[in-house]
Nanobody, 126 residues
Framework: QVQLVESGGGSVQAGGSLRLSCAAS????????MGWFRQAPGKEREFVAA????????TYVDSVKGRFIISRDNTKNMVYLQMNSLKPEDTAIYYC???????????????????WGQGTQVTVSS
């Protein structure tokens, strides 16, 4: 079992920054691909970013490239999403997710992720 708990959401004006954190339980966390997804009101949940087990490979959805940075600290069982130059269209509930395929590839499909956090709200006002 893996438990994920997100934090760091909030309200910010356009152009501002937020840093989301995801605390994970489990001794094998360091072997998992981790991802961030988001769901805006009235829309389907979408992929935002993913990071490989050792942090060596990263991938982002085009709409956040150059603005968001995903990172992880395996010594602390933590994953982060640094969000800069925020836009109103970034408003959503942000979810942390774990793909427990050991040393797996980066995946964009939410169905490939096995465990999810409860989500944290990010609201960006214009």
């Amino acid at each position: 079992q893996v438990q994920l708990v997100e934090s760091g959401g909030g309200s910010v004006q356009a152009g501002g920054s937020l840093r989301l954190s995801c605390a994970a339980s489990g001794r094998t966390f360091s072997r998992y691909t981790m991802g961030w997804f988001r769901q805006a009101p009235g829309k389907e949940r979408e992929f935002v970013a993913a990071i490989s087990w050792n942090g060596g490979r990263l991938t982002y959805v085009d709409s956040v490239k150059g603005r968001f940075i995903i990172s992880r600290d395996n010594t602390k069982n933590m994953v982060y999403l640094q969000m800069n130059s925020l836009k109103p269209e970034d408003t959503a509930i942000y979810y942390c997710a774990a793909d427990t395929g050991i040393y797996g590839t980066l995946r964009y499909d939410q169905n490939e992720y096995d465990y999810w956090g409860q989500g944290t709200q990010v609201t960006v006002s214009s």
